[in-house]
């Protein structure tokens, strides 16, 4: 199902409302980056022409009043991002489905990340939001952007240095399977290399070298590893049609993705190298393209409930 932005009229309204806003923030914004960097270049000249005081006095007063711009103009900016979010996202969503509702002060919380097994180091920095919630048919599914890092500090001649890394962002899907499973399956991408086996060291469930599953499906197992620990039902799920469909949405995705199948529950980890449903602050709303991105993505989600069959019921919950 397409979403009509230009033909929506009632979402054409609101755009254009938001657009009067958005224009009086990046004004407001770009007015107070200017006043900074005239404060910058008057404190370099003032160094350059041999006046460093008179430099950085003249130099304050354009920095402070910038950053005051940007100061007072940030709480509109918040409920501007915020009200893209409620009435253009949130109509978007609706127009999928009446049952699909965004709250962007929610997300996946950080033990449900690490419950889905998914990734081998506890996050030290976490960031959620953006909490996508709904049906598809029968099947209930969320999803939520992250942004999840660890740090390491290192001794330096000059101290102690702190380095973030990122352990995964993107987005964290998941969806009801209809199926109270026994054991574990996890799907990883084959090209996750050494790191992989550091994540085994580190599991809760202890997965060794006898819970590699080989799978018929010569290109699955050419993408993926698979580990299960119970054989049987790791089989049970991995299908034939299920590791196609799985196949099939890898391949609409810039970099591979990663599965786990968990009690009753499916996870997809998507990265992603961008932060999606953000309002534009220097690009008109009033362009199609700024806003077809987030609702391309909105779709994508939606569909992998119907990409995965999920909603033909093969098991009975137990």
Known sequence: MSFDIANNVALQQVLATMEVERKRIAGTQTKGYIFI???ILLCILGFFLGFPIPGVISGLVPVIYGGVLLFKINDSLTAYQNAYKTNVIGAALKFLDESLSINP????EASEFMYTQLFSNEPDRYKTEDLVMGCADK???YFAEVHAEYKTVTETKDGRRTEWHDIFRGIIFAADFN??????TI?????FGTA???WFSKNLFSFGSNDVIQLENVEFDKTFVTYGSD???SRYILT???MERILSLNHQTKYNISLSFIESRMYIAFPLNRNYFEAPVFKSLLNPETVNQDISTINFMYDIVKELDLNTRIWGKE
Do not use: C, H, L, S
Request: positive net charge.
């Open 37 to 39: 960097a005239a404060g």
């Open 105 to 108: 002060y929610r997300g996946i």
């Open 139 to 141: 099947t209930r599914f």
């Open 179 to 184: 199926k109270k499973f026994n054991g574990i």
């Open 187 to 191: 799907v990883r991408p084959k090209d």
């Open 196 to 198: 992989f086996g550091a």
């Open 231 to 233: 054989q049987v039902e």
């Open 240 to 242: 034939p049609a299920m």
